[in-house]
């Protein structure tokens, strides 16, 4: 089992930025690929991006396409969602989430296996 951990959220003015942490314990962080989803008021819970195990290859919604990125640090158990250009739209709980590596590259949330408790994105316009 893993147990994640976000930070970061906030407060921001639209075209500001923000980066999301999540710190992972447990089991080793190498096993998983890593992603992020967001569930905005009033909406169902929508794939943001995902960072495979190796950090080598990563894959976004359109909606954030060029504004957000995934980054993970394995060394530091931690993987990261910059999010530039923030737009009201984006004003959201963010969660990070792990599946198991062999499952390759997923958007479902139901493929992913842990979730950490979420971290609330604010953007004023």
């Known amino acids: 089992q893993v147990q994640l951990v976000e930070s970061g959220g906030g407060l921001v003015q639209a075209g500001g930025s923000l980066r999301l942490s999540c710190a992972a314990s447990?089991?080793?962080?190498?096993?998983?690929?890593m992603g992020w989803f967001r569930q905005g008021p009033g909406k169902e819970r929508e794939f943001v991006g995902t960072?495979?195990?190796?950090?080598?290859?990563?894959y976004y919604a359109d909606s954030v396409k060029g504004r957000f990125t995934i980054s993970r640090d394995n060394a530091e158990n931690t993987v990261y969602l910059q999010m530039n250009n923030l737009k009201p739209e984006d004003t959201a709980v963010y969660s990070c989430?792990?599946?198991?590596?062999?499952?390759?590259?997923?958007?479902?949330?139901?493929?992913?296996?842990?979730w950490g408790q979420g971290t609330q994105v604010t953007v004023s316009s």
């Open positions: 989430a792990a599946n198991n590596r062999a499952e390759g590259i997923v958007t479902s949330r139901s493929r992913y296996a842990y």
């Open positions: 960072i495979s195990w190796s950090g080598q290859t990563a």
């Open positions: 447990g089991r080793t962080f190498t096993m998983y690929n």
